[in-house]
Nanobody, 121 residues
Framework: QVQLVESGGGSVQAGGSLRLSCAAS???????MGWFRQTPGKEREGVAT???????SYADFVKGRFTISKDNAKNTLHLQMNSLKPEDTAMYYC????????????????WGQGTQVTVSS
């Protein structure tokens, strides 16, 4: 059973940075992992994905500001968020799926509990 636990959220002023982490366990083989976010009343949206060989994809609204990476030795997924904007305020979720198709849509079977990011102006 895949388990995902996010951490690293918090409150920051606009222009600041945060680094989210997702500790993953119970997975193997070919896979995709990703970061998604959701605000109340809105659908969950894809932020960035990475597959087991390190190929990445990003939503247009975070390109150049966010970087997804993974530490294979520690089974941990990261999201480095720089130049944060108030509109980045959301609950951020880590997700996992097997296979190497990594959509930025929330069709992933495994999810963490989320970590809140709040950006003030």
């Amino acid at each position: 059973q895949v388990q995902l636990v996010e951490s690293g959220g918090g409150s920051v002023q606009a222009g600041g940075s945060l680094r989210l982490s997702c500790a993953a366990s119970g997975y193997s083989g070919i896979y995709c992992m990703g970061w998604f976010r959701q605000t109340p009343g809105k659908e969950r949206e894809g932020v960035a994905t990475i597959d087991d060989v390190g190929a990445t994809s990003y939503a247009d609204f975070v390109k150049g500001r966010f970087t997804i990476s993974k530490d294979n030795a520690k089974n941990t997924l990261h999201l480095q968020m720089n130049s944060l904007k108030p509109e980045d305020t959301a609950m951020y979720y880590c997700a996992y799926r097997s296979g190497r198709w990594c959509p930025l849509t929330p069709g992933y079977p495994y999810w963490g509990q989320g970590t809140q990011v709040t950006v003030s102006s």
